[in-house]
């Protein structure tokens, strides 16, 4: 099938990493369909990173929500990761729910092909997108951002466990520097509080949009390391909202956990810029990994 060439916007720079792994092609004939590719890169544990891949069908959305409305940044996502997906050719088909003055309301299904051909849904999006210009102008909260030592002071991915780095090729991806406070996980010392923080930025110079920051919730390692819990922890269900238009530079990312019970867990993040300013929030439900 034809697909059409990739629409260039200001959401969609193909000179950047992240740009490049979040490209879609609107197929020819069909414009509410979207097909793309999942590079092996950003893959973690046993598939690509859920953040990316919400990151994926954001940015289809918001061409297939903008066409009308103009209403082209992400305000509020909920993504349930029904299979884990794969490297390889994906297509998402986009539907707009309704259009409306401040928010569009659409939904996003990421689809792959098995072996035998036949398609397997990956993720199934509902997302709310509006206009995030001004969303500076009246900022209250009672939330602070977390108290760390600079970049440079922090712990680089470099530095984690080899067993671990051979498993997320989503780190190469990223400027991740971590806490020293909560890293004892990776000296055999986890804190048991469930909580690891971190700076972050895209090595390249993509600086952070509101796009990006459906990635940034999902870049740090799994809270469960800081619990002593290792191994994979695949995404059930995650909802990120946008709250701002981060400035360019570093973010500083908080994951933490509160609750383990039934072989789940709650993953809540908080993503502020560098000018001190909430810019996202989530909450994802995971599986714990298994200890055996």
Request: aromatic content about 6%.
């Amino acid at each position: 099938m034809t697909v059409a060439a990739v629409q260039q916007d200001e959401h969609q720079d193909q000179d950047f990493e992240f740009d490049r792994g979040t490209a879609v092609s609107r197929r020819e004939g069909e414009p509410s369909v979207y097909d793309a590719v999942l590079d092996p890169g950003w893959r973690i544990g046993g598939g690509i990173n859920g953040g990316l891949l919400l990151a994926l069908a954001g940015r289809a959305l918001s061409h297939e929500l903008g066409r009308g409305s103009g209403h082209t940044d992400p305000v509020s996502l909920s993504g349930y990761y029904l299979s884990a997906s794969r490297p390889g050719p994906a297509e998402l088909r986009t539907a707009t729910v309704r259009s409306g003055r401040t928010l569009s309301t659409g939904t996003a299904s990421l689809l792959q092909q098995r072996e035998d051909g036949t398609a397997v849904e990956r993720l199934r999006v509902l997302a709310s997108y509006g206009d995030l210009t001004g969303t500076d102008a009246d900022v209250r909260t009672s939330a602070t951002p977390p108290d760390m030592p600079p970049p440079d002071r922090c712990i680089g991915t470099e530095h984690a466990p080899p067993d671990f780095l051979a498993q997320a090729d989503l780190l190469h991806r990223l400027d991740l520097r971590l806490d020293p406070a909560s890293v004892g996980w990776a000296l055999g010392k986890p804190s048991g509080e469930g909580r690891i923080q971190g700076w972050l930025r895209l090595p390249d110079g993509r600086e952070p949009d509101p796009l990006m920051l459906l990635l940034a919730v999902d870049a740090l390692p799994p809270v469960t390391f800081d619990l002593g819990l290792f191994g994979w922890t695949p995404t059930v269900e995650l909802t990120v909202h946008v709250r701002a238009r981060p400035v360019p530079g570093w973010l500083r990312v908080v994951h933490s956990t509160r609750n383990l019970a039934g072989g789940f867990l709650e993953e809540d993040a908080e993503v502020w810029d560098e000018s001190g300013r909430l810019v996202a929030q989530s909450r994802q439900l995971a599986v714990v990994p298994r200890t055996e």
